[in-house]
Every structure is written in C-alpha cells, then in structure tokens.
C-alpha cells in the first residue's frame, strides 16, 4: 500500500488525508472516521487517540472532501459517500455513522464539496449538483424543500470546481468563470452588493481563474498567472489589508511570490508560493496561522519551518501542509485532528508520513 500522500482535506475538526493507494486516513472529530457512537457533540473526540484510522477499509477513493462534522467522498468506482454526524440525515436518510453510506442521485461525481449543512458535487459531464438545508437559496436552485436531495443547479457551463461557505457557494467554470449564490451580507458574493442571489451570477474578475477558495463569509481566487484576488468580509484582515471590513468585489492582494494554491478557513487565508513557501494571513486566535501567536495578520505573511510544501488546506480553525512524504498540522487540536501534537499548536509539526501506517 502506497503511503505517499496524494492530498489533504480539513473540516470542523476532522482531517482526511487521501493516499496514493485511494485509501483515506481520518484524524480528529465527527467525519474522520474514528468518531465513536453515543458522541453528540460534533467537536469532541477521544483526547487521548491521536491515531489516524482507515475510512471505509474496503473503499478506495479518488476524492474526499471534510466539512462541518460531515465528510464526502468519491471512489473509484464513481460512487459518491457520506459519513460522520449526520443526525437529521442532511440532503437524505443516511444516518450518523463513521462507516460511509453511498448517497444516490448525482451521476458518475467527479468533485466534491461539504460545508456547513450544504454539500455539492460535479460529474462528469460538469454538472453541478447541490443538497442540504437551501437557507438564503445556498443551493442555488428552485427547490421548497428545506433539506433538499441531490438536484442539478441550471444555467451553468461546463463546472471544474465549487467551494462552501456559510450558506453560500462559489462555483468555478472549466473556462475560468466564477460564479456565486446564496447568502450575501458581508460581500462574499463578489456583486458589488450586499443582497442575496438566489440563482448562480457570475463573479466579474479581471482574470482567468485556476481555483478558489472559501472561507466562513470570505472568498479567494487564484488567477492562471497565480495572481490572487479576495473579496466579502475583512473583519481580521484575510483579504490582505485593514483599510475596510468588507470588500463586495474582487481586489487584487498584494503577494511576494506567485501562488500556486490557496486554502480558506474561518476568518483565515493561507496561499502556497511556487518555491514551496506557505503564507498566512486573517484570524489567528488559535494559532491557526502558524506564526508562534494567537494575534490576527492583516497581510500575507510568510510561515516559517516549512520548505517545499506541496499542498495545503484549511479547516475552521486548523491548517495543514504536505511536505515530501510527511503531513504538517497547526493551530486548533482539540479533537486530535493533528494528531499528537499541542492542543493548541502555535507553529507547524509534522505529525504523520516516512511510512507510518494508521495503527503505529
């Protein structure tokens, strides 16, 4: 079985890593796939267990994606899966469980995306799919269910990617098109407006796109020529600057190296420099920047003890990073979703890879 590690997800306080074999390891609280029955409260875990587990031993996946206690999952035989707290059975019947159930109505998915009680998935064809609780239209279709099932979001082109928010998405064309729907009051649809859209509008970027990222009521876009724009809410500083609370528009932010990939958690942004470097910047009250401090960073700024990082991602309030061959974690540990390192962990620790099997 291949160790290498293909790409990380981070949630609530869960935290996937995906390998090159297709097998999942879950560190952490609901959706890791280590969280034990009778738990009723999404972030707790065994304190003591920093050990990851294997999610659906028998499954191999080609996607994951970890959201509000709730995680996704794609396998390689295109079928699409659901495990972790789900108690209400959200866009569904599947019940609370850390084994995945197969969820039906989204043909051949290809990308997936869970949040706060929404999710979506792409298929094949880039069919956009949404489901979950449609609070301020936040699937983005005509639906009056308000725990809706699976159904295909109209009027769009060809999709790659979709990115959640606090009852919002930010949908990216295969042109480089962005698109936006759902709950507006800080500016993260990037309209120019504070007012809600219930259906997908499009975004205007003075760019083309490769990929975004969305944090609880921000958004970050990475332009093909890895410039990065940002807009909706500025409150600790994660669109870059200090000079409003909210930006309803797409901004340039200012950064000292071309950015490769970008990450979004609650009130915090993190970037990867094509030399290997991580940058963060925006809400640091657990340490989730990795600068040795809780205090917020209203401008990139550069995190020191990593070098030629390959991947990031960002949870509420943890962020990981993918060395050669070994994962990093900081900021938030309570649920031991970085494994054994500090509950509050101020800087970078490497906590898992070398070959390491989930069980030493």
């Given at each position: 079985?291949?160790?290498?590690?293909?790409?990380?997800?981070?949630?609530?306080?869960?935290?996937?890593?995906?390998?090159?074999?297709?097998?999942?390891l879950?560190?952490?609280?609901a959706?890791?796939?280590?969280?034990?029955?009778?738990?009723?409260?999404?972030?707790?875990?065994?304190?003591?267990?920093?050990k990851p587990?294997?999610?659906?031993?028998?499954?191999?996946?080609?996607?994951v994606?970890?959201?509000y206690?709730?995680?996704?999952?794609?396998s390689?035989?295109?079928?699409?899966?659901?495990?972790?707290?789900?108690?209400?059975?959200?866009?569904g019947?599947?019940?609370?469980?850390?084994i995945?159930?197969s969820?039906?109505?989204?043909t051949?998915?290809?990308?997936?995306?869970?949040?706060?009680?929404?999710?979506?998935a792409?298929?094949?064809?880039?069919?956009l799919?949404?489901?979950?609780?449609?609070?301020?239209?936040?699937?983005?279709?005509?639906?009056?269910q308000?725990?809706?099932?699976?159904?295909?979001?109209?009027?769009?082109?060809?999709m790659?990617?979709?990115?959640?928010g606090?009852?919002?998405?930010?949908?990216?064309?295969?042109d480089?098109?962005?698109f936006?729907?759902?709950?507006n009051?800080?500016?993260?649809l990037g309209?120019?407006?504070?007012?809600?859209?219930?259906?997908?509008t499009?975004?205007?970027?003075?760019?083309?796109?490769?990929s975004i990222a969305v944090?609880?009521?921000?958004?970050?876009?990475?332009?093909?020529?890895g410039?990065?724009?940002?807009?909706?809410?500025?409150?600790?500083?994660?669109?870059?600057?200090?000079?409003?609370r909210?930006?309803?528009?797409?901004?340039?932010?200012?950064?000292?190296?071309?950015?490769t990939?970008?990450?979004?958690?609650?009130?915090?942004s993190?970037?990867?420099?094509?030399?290997?470097?991580?940058?963060?910047?925006?809400?640091?009250?657990?340490?989730?920047?990795?600068?040795?401090?809780?205090?917020?960073?209203?401008?990139?700024?550069?995190?020191?003890?990593?070098?030629?990082?390959q991947?990031?991602?960002?949870?509420?309030m943890h962020?990981?990073?993918?060395?050669k061959?070994?994962?990093?974690?900081?900021?938030?540990?309570e649920?031991?979703?970085?494994?054994?390192?500090?509950?509050?962990?101020?800087t970078?620790?490497?906590f898992?890879?070398?070959g390491?099997?989930?069980?030493?």
């Open positions: 079985m291949s160790s290498n590690i293909r790409a990380v997800s981070a949630g609530k306080s869960q935290t996937l890593a995906l390998l090159g074999s297709g097998d999942v879950g560190w952490g609280g959706g890791s796939g280590r969280y034990k029955p009778g738990y009723v409260d999404i972030c707790s875990a065994p304190g003591s267990d920093s587990v294997y999610v659906g031993s028998s499954l191999r996946f080609n996607r994606s970890a959201g206690g709730v995680s996704l999952g794609v390689n035989q295109q079928e699409l899966f659901v495990w972790g707290w789900n108690p209400i059975g959200i866009g019947d599947q019940p609370s469980s850390e995945p159930n969820i039906a109505g989204v051949a998915p290809e990308f997936v995306a869970a949040g706060q009680s929404i999710f979506a792409i298929d094949q064809a880039g069919s799919y949404t489901w979950g609780f449609n609070v301020d239209r936040a699937l983005g279709r005509a639906t009056e308000l725990n809706a099932l699976p159904g295909v979001v109209k009027g769009l082109p060809v790659k990617a979709v990115a959640l606090d009852h919002f998405m930010i949908a990216l064309s295969g480089g098109e962005v936006s729907f759902g709950s009051a800080a500016g993260q309209l120019g407006h504070l007012t809600n859209a219930e259906t997908p499009v975004v205007q970027v003075a760019a083309s796109l490769s944090g609880a009521t921000h958004v970050l876009a990475l332009g093909k020529q410039e990065l724009y940002g807009w909706g809410s500025n409150q600790y500083g994660q669109l870059g600057h200090q000079h409003r909210h930006d309803s528009q797409p901004i340039l932010i200012a950064m000292p190296e071309r950015i990939e970008i990450a979004a958690g609650t009130h915090f993190m970037a990867l420099a094509a030399s290997g470097s991580v940058y963060a910047w925006g809400w640091n009250g657990y340490g989730q920047l990795g600068l040795n401090d809780t205090q917020p960073r209203s401008s990139p700024t550069k995190v020191l003890g990593l070098a030629g990082i991947s990031i991602a960002a949870g509420e962020a990981l990073a993918i060395g061959r070994v994962l990093y974690g900081w900021g938030s540990n649920a031991g979703q970085i494994g054994r390192a500090a509950r509050q962990q101020l970078p620790a490497p898992w890879g070398n390491q099997s989930a069980y030493e």
